[in-house]
Nanobody
């Protein structure tokens, strides 16, 4: 599966962005999709994940109540709706796919898309 993340940009604190992860291939529904982010000088961290069916989601504590992950299998896409953005959310955001539900463990995601930059100004 090939993944492409998009939707990043520059937004003021308190604003919103919606990231999209588009997947190629007819087997998209076979994959758990996760979002991760990496800020300059920091390690990559987990943001959110959604199961193959979309019935289970998991979010990092730092984004609960602000970010929502969803998927549209008809469009082979997963979305990350980000509200109430904070400067500390600034990072490159990546989507990744795994054949099994892999939660927050980035090592269990074998497929990665290129990142999309999110910058939140104060």
């Amino acid at each position: 599966v090939q993944l492409q993340a998009s939707g990043g940009g520059l937004v003021q604190a308190g604003g919103s962005l919606r990231l999209s992860c588009a997947a190629s291939g007819r087997t998209f529904v076979s994959y758990t999709i996760g979002w991760f982010r990496q800020a300059p000088g920091k390690e990559r961290e987990f943001v959110a994940a959604i199961s193959r069916t979309g019935t289970s989601t998991y979010r990092a504590e730092s984004v609960k109540g602000r970010f929502t992950i969803s998927r549209d299998s008809a469009r082979n896409a997963v979305y990350l709706q980000m509200n109430s953005l904070k400067p500390e959310d600034t990072a490159v955001y990546y989507c990744a796919a795994a054949p099994y539900y892999s939660g927050s463990d980035s090592g269990r995601y074998p497929y990665w898309g290129q990142g999309t930059q999110v910058t939140v100004s104060s």
